[in-house]
């Protein structure tokens, strides 16, 4: 593979700075801004609108720049721990860089916040965070995890991003070649795997009739507790101080509106909070299970209503079923994927005529985009804050709070 020097330029939205070389844009992988490099080309097609490279020589070094945490994700290593190098202040300022060029660029406007370490991080360095991991078993049954952007597998040494229940779990036992690997630590501690979905016990298939296929979660805020059921496999935040800060967050954001509309509502994290504070909740999710699971979080709050279904579709139907309506005063809360919420399903909950819109947001691109669009439709941004919640990776949560013009 051939070899460049590069001077390194600012961070950008997916774990890479941008560089030039010749009047073409690099993507460069392990590196920081400022920082000169000799990188290697990945991806250098004659008629690609840009490259990709990593830094595998660091000529120049960012004040920033650590000695890796995690060395098997450095160049040609497994993906997921992209910023290892970065000490955890320069990762919120590469952070809070992505944020604010993300809300300038598209939403015309400043991004209100800052970047938030998560309370614990501190303490462990950014390490022993991930309450869920996922791997591929190689040919021998390790685990093993995909390169950047590549389909071949690189066996696993280590999982320093995960809770150490998690990473002896991964790293202790052996899969099927090729299978898909899940494991889960909830709030009591105890790993529990999934390989292509199934539950795994002592190294092979539990083929017990009364498996258990969910895990019960705890969550304490401000001295509240909630207690949640959810399906082994399915949707949680990942950091273990994530269902807190995000709880809280939402809970203040909503403030004294009496009820709320929760969409991509998943098990309930949300709506669970909300109901436990005395307001009428309806809970959206598509995923069948989750919703299952919501029920049940939520059977004992006569005022909370769940529905299984496209967020988008659901909305549609309820604008003419007076039962769902909860009133101008009302707030919606949302947590989507990764693509964000989109134009149309946008103008189905600015037909919902809330007070304010509580967006909780795992991509600063799709949050930008859509603060523009909600900003067409009349809803101004009243305030935002970011979570780093994913150290190592470039992944980063946010929440915004927008009210009715």
Not at 114 to 139: C, F, K, M
Request: with cysteine.
């Amino acid at each position: 593979m051939s070899t460049i020097r590069l001077t390194i330029g600012s961070p950008a939205h997916g774990g890479h700075c941008v560089a030039r070389h010749d009047g073409r844009v690099i993507f460069v992988r392990h590196t920081l801004p400022g920082e000169v490099v000799e990188a290697e080309l990945t991806e250098s097609a004659d008629d690609a609108t840009f490259w990709r490279a990593d830094a595998v020589e660091i000529l120049e070094a960012s004040p920033d720049r650590v000695a890796s945490v995690w060395a098997e994700a450095g160049p040609g290593g497994v993906g997921g721990g992209e910023l290892a190098h970065v000490s955890l202040e320069g990762q919120r300022a590469w952070k809070f860089a992505v944020v604010k060029e993300s809300f300038e660029r598209f939403a015309n406007q400043d991004f209100p916040g800052v970047v938030s370490a998560a309370p614990s991080d501190a303490e462990r360095g950014g390490l022993g965070w991930r309450t869920r991991v996922g791997a591929i078993g190689d040919v021998e049954g390790r685990a093993a995890m995909h390169p950047f952007r590549s389909k071949s597998i690189a066996t696993l040494t280590a999982m320093p991003l995960a809770v150490p229940a998690a990473e002896e779990a991964l790293l202790n036992q052996r899969f099927p070649g090729g299978s898909k690997i899940q494991v889960v630590v909830p709030a009591d501690g105890e790993a529990r795997t999934l390989v292509d979905g199934v539950r795994w016990n002592g190294g092979r298939r539990d083929k017990r009739d009364n498996a258990p296929a969910s895990v019960n979660e705890r969550v304490t805020v401000d001295g509240q507790t909630y207690e949640y059921r959810v399906a082994t496999g399915g949707f949680w935040q990942v950091h273990t101080d994530a269902p807190e800060t995000m709880i809280r967050e939402v809970l203040r954001r909503v403030g004294d509106a009496p009820a709320a509309w929760d969409l991509y509502a998943g098990a309930g994290l949300f709506s669970l909070a909300l109901a436990t504070a005395g307001k009428r909740v309806i809970s959206v999710e598509e995923d069948e299970t989750a919703s299952k699971n919501a029920r049940r979080n939520l059977h004992s709050f006569e005022g909370a209503t769940v529905l299984n279904g496209d967020v988008r579709k659901t909305l549609s139907a309820s604008l003419t079923d007076p039962a769902l309506a909860l009133g101008d005063d009302a707030a919606v809360v949302l947590d989507p994927p990764r693509s964000g919420a989109g134009k149309a399903t946008i103008e189905r909950i600015v037909d919902l005529n809330a007070a304010r819109i509580v967006y909780v947001a795992c991509d600063p691109v799709a949050l930008a985009r859509d603060t523009a669009l909600l900003a067409e439709r009349g809803y101004v941004l009243a305030g935002a804050e970011a979570f780093d919640l994913f150290p190592m990776t470039h992944h980063i949560e946010a929440i915004a709070t927008f009210e009715r013009s």
